[in-house]
């Protein structure tokens, strides 16, 4: 028997020595507790995701246990402040999947997944614990809550709403099952769509076949080659290479065979995503309707500015029906602009498009990213968004020392005018193999205020430009440089952040609201007062001449009306896919086709499809919600308006727009806007901003 004991007594030791060494665990010694990158080894996760659903649990377990009567400190708010190693071993993790996903990683995504699913269940089905959430909200308007505490009630309360707290015993394990399902599927379609895209790979060896390629393009193919231990030039489906090659290959079947492999991911390969698409939408539906809703979209935009489905579709339209024309129009010129230059078919196909629109665009305005990707070094475009914050809300930023997860990442204090800490600001700029395509902005901690104490959060900016050579050093685009604004709009939306509870500031607002911040940051990027503090050639030190920056600006609305449709194709395909209300048949291919009918300018490529790389909604959290993009390019484009007009450094308006970014979702959304505005937004100041209109 003592022996049993003594073997008991050793390993229950053994465990917590090893909790302790996870550094996942323990509380960091780093400065504002940074997270332990050095340390974290592959083989913490599982251990500490493990014990952070046991603890989560158990403080849920304790909620329930209370003996005293539910109030709102002892239920909503023990509630809201539970599960915080869940949520700190959960942002660590799942963004290095995005970031850096290690075959090794995506291995103990799919093992979490269910776990993760069934400790949400755990919470959101817990019959005690929704009887004592809903004792306090029958209490609400007797209980002399305070603004943040009421909304913090109401929204806790509708959340097990929405999460079928209210249902049948028999319908809760209904739901339990659909969620798990949903997560695994997808997790699938994230991991199918990154194999498929990494798998593609183009080696050109004869130096002929670069023909149009500008150096930097040429460069980047070099170093990819040499990184794969190849010899000539290799091109994949990132963003960089990808787009660099359709746009300025002279080799119109290299650009078709590169478009069909871009557009031809997750489909028809070992990675195919077409069964995984149909199950994610009937499952969605299901899901939807179990809770009583007539479809998705409708469940997803309750709690938004547009509130259901409904009106996403007369928000559409109201932005397709004046656009169309004149998309049309703009690629009917283009298409005769190709033909005087040499192009010999009756119409340009997709593969052609960038090509020509980017003579057209030269033709036009004179100006070519060869041309001013030198004046845009990455270190000074990072100093030039660092000084665009201190302008406008007096932040500072400098190097921080701490560990990071990848030797590209960067680390940045961030501080108030007042010298008080607000934010660490991690900044990965460069491609991998295991980072996902695009660019996008996330947290490894949230804003929050318990027992007194405050924890900032901890910001991340992830990019995927084009890496420095031996030669010469990382130059972006315009557009990058435009992108980069966008995912820093979203950062100071988590750095300035106030408030005490972590669900309801930064960026925890309505989902159509949450791209406000971001959108408005690019026109900055068109502003010669702006340009003209730091735009400077990298090797002559020559500022970026007014005759270019006139020609950047002149250039802002070339092809709008085509760019602005393509987007609403994206907003259009998601919500059909959201508004069924039964299961796909037939070939998901056709559709597509069938739902982008009415926003068609160019000729659709029959073997192409969208859907199977879609990550923003089938894996990305813009399900029924990417028209949220729009909804926002309207918020941005008549406040920025105001900016315009009282100047785009002014002090006072920049005041009342960080008071927006402040509030973070404590606040409605359309009263926060108004506050800052003076009024509601209206679709035509967009299609005014992109000259469809007058």
């Known amino acids: 028997m003592n022996r049993i004991i003594t073997c008991i007594l050793s390993v229950t030791l053994l465990t917590a020595c090893n909790m302790h060494q996870n550094p996942l665990l323990t509380e960091s010694p780093l400065p504002y507790g940074a997270p332990q990158f050095d340390k974290i080894q592959t083989s913490h996760y599982m251990p500490a995701f493990e014990?952070?659903?046991?603890?989560?649990?158990?403080?849920?377990?304790?909620?329930?246990?209370?003996?005293?009567?539910?109030?709102?400190?002892?239920?909503?708010?023990?509630?809201?402040?539970?599960?915080?190693?869940?949520?700190?071993?959960?942002?660590?993790?799942?963004?290095?999947?995005?970031a850096d996903a290690t075959d090794e990683l995506q291995e103990i995504a799919e093992k979490v997944s269910p776990m993760a699913t069934e400790y949400s269940m755990y919470i959101s089905l817990n019959e005690p614990l929704f009887e004592r959430i809903k004792t306090v909200y029958n209490q609400r308007e007797s209980l002399g809550l305070d603004p943040d505490q009421k909304k913090l009630l109401e929204d806790t309360y509708k959340s097990f709403e929405r999460s079928g707290a209210n249902l049948s015993p028999q319908d809760k394990k209904k739901y339990s099952e659909i969620s798990e399902r949903l997560s695994l599927l997808t997790l699938q379609f994230q991991k199918n769509q990154l194999s498929s895209t990494n798998n593609f790979q183009m080696v050109l060896t004869d130096e002929a076949d670069l023909a149009g390629l500008p150096g930097y393009v040429r460069d980047m193919a070099a170093q990819a080659a040499k990184d794969k231990g190849v010899e000539g030039w290799l091109f994949d489906l990132s963003a960089p290479s990808y787009g660099g090659f359709v746009k300025f290959s002279d080799r119109r079947d290299l650009r078709e065979?590169?478009?069909?492999?871009?557009?031809?991911?997750?489909?028809?390969?070992?990675?195919?995503?077409?069964?995984?698409?149909?199950?994610?939408?009937?499952?969605?539906?299901?899901?939807?309707?179990?809770?009583?809703?007539?479809?998705?979209?409708?469940?997803?935009?309750?709690?938004?500015?547009?509130?259901?489905?409904?009106?996403?579709?007369?928000?559409?339209?109201?932005?397709?029906?004046?656009?169309?024309?004149?998309?049309?129009?703009?690629?009917?010129?283009?298409n005769k602009f190709a033909k005087s230059i040499g192009f010999t078919g009756d119409q340009i196909r997709p593969w052609d498009f960038s090509y020509y629109a980017e003579k057209q665009r030269v033709a036009k305005y004179n100006v070519t990213d060869e041309e001013l990707k030198p004046y845009f070094r990455l270190e000074d475009c990072i100093d030039a968004i660092f000084s665009l914050a201190h302008t406008l809300y007096g932040i500072s930023f400098k190097p921080a020392n701490v560990p990071v997860y990848h030797?590209?990442?960067?680390?940045?204090?961030?501080?108030?005018?007042?010298?008080?800490?607000?934010?660490?600001?991690?900044?990965?700029?460069?491609?991998?193999?295991?980072?996902?395509?695009?660019?996008?902005?996330?947290?490894?901690?949230?804003?929050?205020?318990?027992?007194?104490?405050?924890?900032?959060?901890?910001?991340?900016?992830?990019?995927?430009?084009?890496?420095?050579?031996?030669?010469?050093?990382?130059?972006?685009?315009?557009?990058?440089?435009?992108?980069?604004?966008?995912?820093?709009?979203?950062?100071?939306?988590?750095?300035?952040?106030?408030?005490?509870?972590?669900?309801?500031?930064?960026?925890?607002?309505?989902?159509?609201?949450?791209?406000?911040?971001?959108?408005?940051?690019?026109?900055?990027?068109?502003?010669?007062?702006?340009?003209?503090?730091?735009?400077?050639?990298?090797?002559?030190?020559?500022?970026?001449?007014?005759?270019?920056?006139?020609?950047?600006?002149?250039?802002?609305?070339?092809?709008?009306?085509?760019?602005?449709?393509?987007?609403?194709?994206?907003?259009?395909?998601?919500?059909?896919?959201?508004?069924?209300t039964a299961p796909i048949e037939g070939d998901i291919i056709k559709f597509e086709?069938?739902?982008?009918?009415?926003?068609?300018?160019?000729?659709?490529?029959?073997?192409?499809?969208?859907?199977?790389?879609?990550?923003?909604?089938?894996?990305?959290?813009?399900?029924?919600?990417?028209?949220?993009?729009?909804?926002?390019?309207?918020?941005?484009?008549?406040?920025?308006?105001?900016?315009?007009?009282?100047?785009?450094?002014?002090?006072?308006?920049?005041?009342?727009?960080?008071?927006?970014?402040?509030?973070?979702?404590?606040?409605?959304?359309?009263?926060?806007?108004?506050?800052?505005?003076?009024?509601?937004?209206?679709?035509?100041?967009?299609?005014?901003?992109?000259?469809?209109?007058?």
């Not at 920025?640 to 920049?654: H, N, Q, Y």
């Open 51 to 98: 014990e952070a659903f046991r603890q989560g649990k158990q403080e849920i377990d304790a909620i329930v246990a209370n003996p005293d009567a539910p109030t709102f400190q002892n239920t909503i708010e023990a509630l809201e402040y539970s599960g915080s190693l869940v949520s700190k071993v959960g942002a660590i993790f799942y963004n290095l999947l995005e």
């Open 257 to 334: 065979k590169m478009y069909r492999a871009y557009n031809r991911r997750a489909f028809g390969d070992e990675w195919d995503n077409t069964e995984t698409i149909r199950q994610i939408v009937d499952l969605r539906y299901q899901q939807a309707a179990l809770l009583g809703y007539k479809d998705y979209a409708d469940y997803k935009t309750e709690l938004r500015m547009v509130k259901n489905g409904n009106a996403v579709w007369d928000f559409i339209e109201k932005l397709r029906a004046p656009a169309l024309p004149k998309a049309k129009q703009e690629v009917a010129e283009l």
């Open 407 to 580: 030797p590209d990442v960067k680390v940045y204090e961030v501080r108030d005018a007042d010298g008080s800490f607000l934010a660490l600001f991690y900044a990965d700029f460069f491609p991998r193999a295991t980072k996902r395509s695009g660019a996008w902005m996330t947290s490894f901690r949230e804003l929050k205020i318990e027992n007194g104490v405050e924890e900032r959060p901890f910001i991340s900016l992830v990019t995927n430009f084009t890496k420095p050579t031996a030669d010469t050093p990382s130059l972006i685009t315009h557009d990058e440089f435009t992108t980069m604004l966008h995912e820093f709009g979203h950062s100071l939306h988590g750095i300035l952040a106030k408030g005490r509870y972590p669900s309801m500031t930064g960026t925890s607002v309505d989902h159509d609201f949450v791209e406000l911040p971001s959108q408005i940051m690019e026109n900055w990027a068109y502003e010669k007062e702006y340009l003209t503090t730091f735009a400077k050639h990298y090797q002559t030190g020559n500022p970026l001449p007014d005759s270019l920056i006139a020609k950047i600006k002149a250039s802002k609305n070339y092809l709008s009306a085509y760019y602005h449709m393509r987007q609403l194709q994206f907003g259009i395909l998601d919500m059909n896919y959201h508004t069924r």
């Open 593 to 694: 086709k069938n739902a982008l009918l009415s926003t068609d300018v160019l000729p659709s490529v029959p073997e192409c499809i969208i859907s199977t790389s879609f990550g923003h909604i089938f894996s990305g959290g813009y399900a029924a919600g990417y028209y949220s993009y729009k909804w926002a390019e309207v918020l941005a484009a008549d406040g920025f308006s105001l900016f315009e007009e009282k100047g785009i450094f002014d002090k006072e308006t920049a005041r009342k727009f960080r008071h927006l970014l402040e509030q973070g979702g404590s606040v409605e959304a359309a009263k926060l806007y108004r506050e800052f505005r003076g009024h509601d937004p209206e679709p035509e100041a967009l299609l005014r901003q992109l000259e469809i209109i007058k």
